[in-house]
């Protein structure tokens, strides 16, 4: 248990730096552009998620399933390597071709040049570029420097955010933050590959062994970006079109002060709790064990710390963004409920991933996204915009029930 604190904290520190600058790039387009900036912003960063989900949370996460504890001169470390390499490519090619022919729907609110959709690629190319390279480190045991990378992202983004905000036009500006992000990503490169035998790595081949292992987490991460991206994507876009924008980017910023902790707890996850699920998938009585005491760790710190964010509602939204997003307060009972529900299921789903059990994550992704666009068109009908927030929180109450049956077992002495 003592590890798994350890690593936590190291994930929180390494993801703390760069939600310090996610606050101070929220605050400065709330300040500068208003809830119609927000909603901007909002749109941007989902369509950055499209091209790094799959390879963030997919690709990455079978490497460092099956690159961890191997030697680098091996032939399982080349062929995972080399084969992780080609599809994360071929995924970020897939996502840019469908962009590209579905431009109407996914950039109406965005520049038509090709300026602006080519500096936008470049950025997101680095990005999914830095989340391979991110992978190779975590496999390798070298997470420190990760923290030095997040750091120095979150140092370039405050200069950045503080220098260009009202200067640039808010869509060039949002892609002057990608490119910085991506550029600044790139000092991983020698550290990733040091050591590692260059030229068999990067022959452009693909294993089929490893497409077959490595697919399961493709699918299971593109389920995600369909059924939950994809879907926050639609809902956001319907509520532009049927609710005023103004209206809109009020929930928006609800939304904005949840994904910033939301980052904090998927950085635990990630850096403390799925690699040692993924290492013990083999060991039942110890999985058991870790599962039920991490569990009880994090699920009184995430409702201390939800409840903490309702009493100090006020100073957040002034903090944070700005005086005007106080008259967003209606929103927030049921977006915290909803993220408890959120937090806690994503602890449990994150087995599944380490399973690879891609049937039973499309099927649960699946009921819980039909569920949430029904509940979606029912309580906007019924409450208007006040509506968003109720069907999030009937959305994640689904699929953490679907979770706490399907583990039952594990979680029941």
């Not at 993801?15 to 600058?21: E, G, K, N, P, T």
């Not at 500068?32 to 927000?38: D, E, S, W």
């Not at 005023?244 to 939304?255: K, M, N």
Request: some cysteine; overall charge positive; proline content about 4%.
């Amino acid at each position: 248990m003592f590890s798994f604190f350890k690593n936590s904290v190291f994930g929180v520190i390494s993801v703390a730096s760069r939600l310090a600058s996610s606050f101070f790039l929220n605050k400065m387009v709330a300040l500068y552009f208003g809830p119609a900036g927000i909603v901007q912003l909002a749109h941007f960063q989902n369509l950055v998620t499209f091209f790094t989900l799959v390879p963030n949370d997919g690709i990455s996460r079978g490497l460092i399933k099956y690159l961890a504890g191997n030697d680098t001169q091996s032939l399982t470390f080349r062929t995972y390597f080399r084969s992780g390499f080609y599809l994360t490519l071929t995924v970020f090619f897939a996502i840019t071709l469908l962009l590209v022919s579905a431009r109407s729907f996914f950039l109406p609110y965005f520049p038509s040049g090709a300026t602006w959709l080519i500096l936008f690629l470049i950025g997101v190319f680095l990005l999914v570029l830095q989340s391979f390279l991110n992978a190779v480190l975590l496999a390798r045991q070298k997470n420190g420097w990760l923290l030095v990378v997040n750091t120095l992202a979150a140092l370039g983004v405050l200069g950045y955010v503080a220098l260009a905000t009202g200067k640039i036009p808010l869509p060039y500006f949002l892609n002057g933050y990608l490119l910085l992000l991506g550029c600044i990503g790139l000092i991983t490169v020698p550290f990733s590959l040091k050591g590692l035998p260059k030229i068999p790595l990067f022959q452009p081949r693909i294993s089929k062994a490893a497409w077959q292992q490595l697919s399961k987490f493709i699918l299971m991460a593109g389920t995600v970006m369909l059924f939950s991206k994809g879907l926050e994507y639609y809902i956001r876009d319907y509520s532009i079109q049927h609710f005023t924008i103004q209206q809109t980017g009020l929930w928006q910023g609800v939304v904005r002060i949840s994904d910033s902790y939301t980052a904090v707890y998927t950085a635990v996850l990630a850096f403390a709790f799925y690699p040692k699920v993924a290492a013990l998938l083999q060991q039942e009585p110890e999985l058991k064990l870790f599962v039920r005491q991490a569990l009880k760790l994090l699920a009184p710190v995430v409702a201390a710390g939800l409840c903490l964010v309702y009493f100090t509602r006020d100073y957040l939204f002034t903090w944070l963004l700005s005086a005007q997003f106080k008259a967003a307060e209606a929103f927030l009972p049921f977006q915290l409920t909803g993220d408890f529900c959120k937090l806690i299921s994503w602890l449990l789903a994150n087995i599944l991933v380490a399973q690879a059990k891609f049937k039973i994550t499309l099927l649960f992704e699946a009921i819980s996204a039909f569920f949430y666009l029904g509940f979606f068109y029912f309580f906007t009908h019924l409450y208007g915009i006040q509506g968003n927030p109720m069907a999030h929180c009937a959305h994640y109450l689904i699929f953490l029930l679907l979770n706490l049956v399907y583990f039952r077992k594990l979680l029941l002495a």
